[in-house]
């Protein structure tokens, strides 16, 4: 990502990149097992560049984990959306999209519920709690479209085993997680609507 010189510098640009790089490299080996230092030198930029954009490490953190949690977000949303309208239906599609998820090479669980359980206080923890209640709100709207008795208690049921499956898959290595988490996230929508 170094700027040749004479070329205009871009400061969106190198916002992004460092970034990009600071999401790869972060989620693979973790919030603390690598410094400013290391960062820097694999973007190609200064750390006065890094603290010009970020203000600190924990800054650039909190923004990889905020740009993370919105394209999952959108991401799972996406995925419901595109299975149409029959709740039964959208439950699976989510589970099917996470399963595709685990199966990717260089999957690690959820960055922003991994960084929680690395730094258990202040920004992380914020940033997961409001992470989870997306998933939470997208849920329980399908909860809703299902008829269920008590779309939150169905929401946080079905939360329960999307965060589950993840950990299973990433920490237990168990094949099949999302499978078998979708088979019981539908028997829970059935007797929660009573079909």
């Known amino acids: 990502m170094p700027v040749e010189k004479g070329a205009t510098l871009d400061p969106a640009r190198t916002r992004e990149g ?3 790089l600071a999401t790869e490299v972060l989620y693979e ?23 010009r954009h970020f203000g600190s490490k924990d800054g650039l953190v909190r923004a990889m984990l905020e740009a993370r949690s ?9 995925a419901v959306a595109a299975a149409g309208p029959d709740p039964a239906t959208q439950v699976a599609a989510a589970f ?24 258990h206080d202040g920004h992380a ?20 479209r ?4 008590d779309p939150p208690a169905l929401a946080r049921q079905l939360l329960m085993l999307v965060e589950g499956a993840t950990v299973v898959a ?26």
């Open 96 to 119: 099917d999209a996470l399963g595709r998820w685990y199966a990717e090479p260089g999957f690690r669980g959820c960055a922003i519920v991994n960084a929680s359980v690395q730094r």
């Open 146 to 149: 299902a008829g269920a008795a």
């Open 18 to 20: 460092i970034l990009q």
């Open 29 to 51: 080996r973790g919030l603390d097992r690598v410094g400013v230092a290391e960062l820097c030198e694999r973007a190609g930029v200064s750390k006065e560049t890094l603290y």
């Open 125 to 144: 923890r914020e940033l997961a709690a409001r992470h989870l209640d997306r998933h939470l709100e997208l849920l329980a709207g399908i909860a809703a």
């Open 70 to 78: 919105d394209r999952v977000s959108a991401w799972l949303r996406a």
């Open 170 to 195: 990433d920490h237990h290595g168990v094949p099949g997680a999302a499978e078998q988490a979708r088979e019981a996230a539908l028997a829970l929508l059935r007797a929660a609507t009573g079909r």
